[in-house]
């Protein structure tokens, strides 16, 4: 499976927009790019994924740059709630299950006050 | 609907000993996946079954297996347990075309 970076944390300040980074040089073009989250004491839990173009849903934005070797997650107003692990993951469209992943060190977002 | 079930939350075992572990995913869902979660290692896929057999393997010792009943609901074991095994174990479940997997809130297991 391609690799991915992420910075090990970030913090926040409520109400402000997050723009979590994660770098996947050796993608493929068959891979997907997924987000999931884990909040303290629970399982990870699905956020977003795309492929080429920028994805939105209720939780969140995911834009992906145009090489497709980079892509930032984009909370836009963090809530407290928000505190959790950000997993960047990237899922071969081809070969990959939607419960075979391969998780890396992700990043650690604090969101205070 | 209900969510992935893993039963019991919270295990304490002997070194030496056997443990089982279970998994009931979200009704409808074929595959199943566990993963072991510890502070040094992360998350990492233990195995994945679907309709009653093991698709994927991570690269874990043969002490730690699993099995997949016909209702989809799942088990594992981990035999002669070490203390590097006490771990949040977790499951995943996904339905067949599924983008994402729901996972449970996982069996935290310390061996002594």
């Not at chain 1, 991915?4 to 493929?28: D, F």
């Not at chain 1, 992943?101 to 969101?111: A, D, M």
């Not at chain 2, 594992?76 to 977790?90: F, I, K, Q, R």
């Amino acid at each position: 499976d391609a690799k991915t970076t992420q910075p090990n944390s970030m913090e926040s300040n409520e109400e402000e927009p997050v723009h979590l980074p994660c770098n996947h040089s050796t993608i493929s073009g068959t891979d997907y790019i997924h987000w999931y989250r884990q909040l303290p004491s629970q399982g990870p839990e699905y956020v977003i994924h795309g492929l080429t173009s920028n994805v939105n849903n209720r939780m969140a934005s995911l834009a992906i740059a145009e090489d497709r070797k980079s892509s930032t997650l984009i909370l836009h107003r963090a809530t407290l709630r928000d505190a959790a692990v950000y997993y960047c993951i990237l899922r071969d469209s081809h070969t990959g299950t939607a419960s075979k992943l391969t998780f890396g060190t992700g990043t650690r977002l604090q969101v205070t006050l | 609907k209900a969510g992935v079930t893993q039963t019991p939350r919270y295990l304490i075992k002997t070194r030496g000993q056997q443990v089982t572990l279970s998994c009931s995913p979200i009704s409808g869902h074929r595959s199943v996946s566990w993963y072991q979660q510890t502070p040094g290692q992360g998350l990492q896929f233990l195995f994945e079954y679907f309709s009653e057999t093991q698709r994927n393997k991570g690269n874990f010792p043969g002490r730690f297996s699993g099995r997949q009943f016909s209702n989809s609901r799942s088990e594992m074991n981990v035999s002669t347990l070490e203390l590097g095994d006490s771990a949040l174990y977790l499951c995943a479940s996904s339905f067949p075309g599924d983008t994402e997997a729901f996972f449970g809130q996982g069996t935290r297991l310390t061996v002594v």
